[in-house]
């Protein structure tokens, strides 16, 4: 089992590894972004509202963390993260929507069909998940496509969202939750791993390494959402907690309490780290990441 | 210039065509829907009702055509075929949405929304235009995924429905409208005969010819879709004609008459026709198909 390291240290060097490669991801961006005709610019602005809204850019970052870590070439690597982070903006616009959630604010700031309207938010999600298929195509890699959606589709992150519709409201079982929750959340953070070494070339044994890592990751990032719903600072968080209680989620913490449930994602946290011992010290930026999901206030 | 042929054997062989053709792409589009999980059936039924619903298959079939035309392998034409037809059905999922044009009937049935709700609208939409790049990703052929995102996405049919979205209620001029037509409807279609020819790995001179009949067959399609909304029979259309005058939408038969119209879409046609000129009888099917854009009642 291995040591917690020092907390503050963690999340210091998490931090600065996640400034900097998001620098990247947000340069690739908006280039992607530019040039476009002056009959769509308000559609485009509509666009970076999402995008520039201080998400923590986890998964493109993990993109080009696994992309690194097996020598991929960096323009790929940009491109295939900033379409996760599309990808992932797209889902949140959609999901934002009076048809899903209806929600407000996110991330501290007004929703985007409350600032430009439902009409805009539908079609900004559209294209920013048309523009992610756009870039990946671009890498010439078709695996990655394909990869990445199966993950974003309907049996991945699209059935997930389907799923949790259909059990608002109901006590689900264990099994049910963790499948809805692979899904939803998972399967994103797992492919942003799988496609950062796929675009390396990476080997069967290093993929399912780094799949490994993704996928004891992913459950432990959804733990830790759960939690954070709970006990988290909603000013901090950018949006209110105490939502999942409210429309009577089944939740990790629901389930098993907060106590078990810190000890669940560790578990998890311990298992994707103990995926990629093998790499060493170059691996170090996927240690600071996963301890920094735990550690993480919002 | 060609000599319109007769009329009745053009709609005969086009419809026998499109029929036969059809059932390729729809055996295959329920082929890449099976073996779904059983908790997403219900997301599953949603999609197949609105792919199902009786469209005229025409995007599908001409990616089929063209791929018949130049010897491109039927099984990649398939899976292209498909993925063109479910980003059209995803489109016009979203359009229906209360968001934008709040449609209640579509192909004389009520719109998915309507019947599933609309969270499993949206999420259908969604769906469909990711397993449409799931397929073209399988076609092996990045090229393809590139182009049909491009014109699917935000410099294309994306950004069309929203420029259309501005333009509602305003008289736009004719160059607005023709550039507006261009995204929403011309670039898919003329992307379904390019696909068609780069997975049959076509020279740079075919794809420019088919290029000039997809563009062509794009603009007379909407000049015809135009004057339909004017002149056609509900019943045969399945959803209201008048539309486009209530929302004061500018159009062809708005701009020009209906007369100056009907020319105009000829004149295209057989723009289209001529370009193909070259490859013989082999083309025959893209000839009646051309015609029958503008013979169409619905």
């Known amino acids: 089992m291995e040591k917690i390291p020092d907390k503050q240290s963690i999340i210091e060097n998490a931090e600065s590894y996640l400034r900097e490669r998001s620098k990247l991801v947000e340069q ?25 809204a201080g998400g923590k850019r986890l998964r493109p970052v993990l993109v080009l963390a696994s992309a690194e870590l097996f020598g991929g070439d960096i323009e790929k690597a940009k491109m295939t993260a900033s379409a ?5 903006t797209y889902s949140l616009i959609h999901d934002d929507l009076p048809e899903l959630d209806n929600d407000d604010y996110r991330r501290g700031k007004p929703t985007l069909h409350k600032v430009y ?37 309907i049996r991945g992150m699209v059935g997930g969202q389907f799923m949790d519709l ?67 600072d909603e000013k901090k968080m950018g949006k209110p907690t105490g939502t999942d209680a409210k429309l009577k989620k089944s939740t990790y913490p629901s389930l098993f309490g907060i106590e ?19 790499y060493g010290d170059k691996a170090d930026p996927m240690r600071y990441l996963a301890w920094y999901v735990i550690f993480r206030e919002k």
Do not use: C
């Open 28 to 52: 690739a961006m908006n280039e992607y972004l530019a040039d476009a005709d002056e009959s769509i610019q308000l559609l485009i602005e509509a666009i970076k509202y999402s995008l520039f």
């Open 84 to 88: 996760i982070e599309m990808i992932h």
């Open 117 to 153: 309207g439902g009409a805009i938010a539908l079609l900004a999600g559209d294209g920013l998940l048309t523009l992610a298929f756009e870039l990946l195509g671009r890498t010439g890699n078709p695996e990655v496509v394909v990869e990445v959606a199966k993950s974003a589709g």
């Open 166 to 232: 259909e059990a608002e409201g109901k006590q689900i079982p264990y099994e049910k939750l963790k499948q809805i929750h692979k899904l939803k959340t998972g399967a994103l953070i797992t492919t942003s791993l799988r496609v950062g070494a796929l675009i390396s070339n990476a080997k069967e044994h290093d993929l399912n390494a780094i799949t490994r890592y993704g996928e004891n990751l992913g459950i432990a990032f959804q733990i830790v959402d759960d939690i954070l719903n709970v006990v988290g």
């Open 260 to 278: 078990k449930s810190r000890e669940l994602a560790k578990m998890h946290i311990e298992q994707a780290i103990e995926s990629i011992q093998e």
